[in-house]
């Protein structure tokens, strides 16, 4: 729920200086966030250069923020030791952008019981609630998975819940701490009146029949087919999993319809990029043949290009048979453009296809690598517990791989490790500077719905361990060895990483585990560049300037108003501060005081002016009466 | 195995985890409030 009053809001494009006392995984961290504020509203954040307002983030002690755009220059928000995690500094970015806790909301009785005896003592005041005077939720429904929304355990006592739902499937809901929920994005878009996002462009499950106004090319040898189901596979599509009778379609290009070479095009809508770096994700089938290949193209349109000249950007060989697998590709187009699908009939008798489904089109950076984690059930119960990714190498060349520790219930742990690989010599040492971001991918078909678990640790190369090794040494020289399943021997560096990921009853919810399938995406950046100072600008004359020299008295904040400073003065039920400078008190009982002497004073002036009209009548009229008999002239006197 | 290292010691400590560990007063746990708001 939202703070009431118009002068909270910011701008659509935030300044932000993150401040140099912020740790270089906090700075990474705080990036991302603002990656999924530009995927889902149209809230965008930009580097201070001078505006009056902006928004400085620092490590300060614990996390906070204040609500609202206060209108004090420098505002701070704090992401202090243990804040840098990217739903954090999204929860605190809303409290800046105007947001309440959820369960501050005027309704929160009918959703939620607090129970006021398990709470520590002294803390009772966090749980209040607020009415619609002071806040507003938006006709919004409440929302359990908000990521405003306390935890069960917040300010508790002892080990007993201090919220409890209504509806008991939410208690392990609420407090949720991965993204924002649906609702979470509809309350920021209505309140900024948000219409689009900077860097989302197209999602499409195919469940309309318009096919997310897809095209089929004239120019080729088939057309693909719009269906639920193909007898050689897939048995549903990926949106539902057949969950949903009558629905649950995907597009299918047969390849016993066309000759060996022949292909299928299927062109998106036409797209207008914003960015010029786009990442398209998509879900693949294949029940063909393993000669089949997918091509990726890029129909752009520009004045330069009058032929809308159509580049293949990727080729998609050695699908593997029998399952939906996630697919990223990188595109970089700045003309407006269509994304086109061709299908491609490779060697091989075999019946069936090509099938795709859920694609997502966004202006942001692919994964660099994706973990696909089949029979992921099986895995919970196995005797070691772990499981360690396949290898991967970083842009930068480091070699790493992931562990996954599944068997310290109720928790799913991630963590990192270096390895020996092939660049090792030609690579800097201690590791300085990458971030890794680990995000176990919430499968949900519209990219702008999903609430993927994403956290993300940073190498130090300054950091050592307790007998003196720095930590990201070498893993020839610190790790320890290990055999890959092809016999071949390495060295395995020390984990570093969250025994807490997730809880395996949040990994079951959602799309995480679709088919039984899990995706882990990595991303391994380096951010040295992060290391730096912002640049701090002159700030143009703003709150800070006018407001110097304009103090408000009595807590009065100085605002500008028509480029002039003001104050707005501080009130309460029965009291305010008024005057230019909030330096006049006033309240109810002055205003009964004032009324009532007012009345009597001009009841006494009325009384004054009464009683000397009619004294003066009295005495004039008395003179004429004595005049009037002066000049009589008697009649009738006796001689 | 190699020795594995948790961020955060374990534990999946909230921000109002955080914050009271540090001995934090701030309205419900992670506003700051100005002046006015206090009142």
Known sequence: NSIVGESYRWPHTIPYVLDDSLEMNARGVILNAFERYRLKTCIDFKPWSGEPNYISVFKGSGCWSSVGNRRVGKQELSIGKGCDRIATVQHEFLHALGFWHEQSRSDRDDYVSIIWDRIISGKKNNFESYDDRQTDSLNVPYDYSSVMHYSKTAFQNGSEPTIVTRIPDFMDVIGQRMDFSDSDILKLNQLYNCSSSLSFMESCDFELENVCGMIQSSEDSADWQRVSQVPEGPESDHSNMGRCKGSGFFMHFNRSSVNEGATAMLGSRILYPKRGFQCLQFFLYNSGSEYDQLNIYVREYSAASVNRTLTLVEEIKDVPIGSWQLYHVTLKVTNKFRVVFGGVRGAGASRGGLSIDDINLSETQCPHHVWHIRNFTQLIGSPSGSVYSPSFYSSKGYAFQIRLNLSSLPNVGMYFHLISGANDDQLEWPCPWQQVTMTILDQNPDIRQRMSNKRSITTDPFMTTGNGDYFWDRPSKVGVQDFFPNGTQFQRGRGYGYSVFMTHERLKSRDFMKGDDVYILLTVEDISHLNTTQNEPTPTLGVNDLCTNFKCENDGICILHNGKAECRCPSGEDWWYMGERCEKRGSTRDTIVIAVSSTVAVFAVMLVITLVSVYCTRKKYHQETSSKTANMTLENQHA | ?39
């Open chain 2, 1 to 39: 195995t190699p020795e594995i290292f948790d961020v955060d010691g374990g534990i999946d400590q909230d921000i109002f985890d955080i914050n009271e560990d540090l001995g934090l007063d701030l309205f419900e746990g992670d506003i700051r409030l100005d002046g006015v708001q206090e009142r």
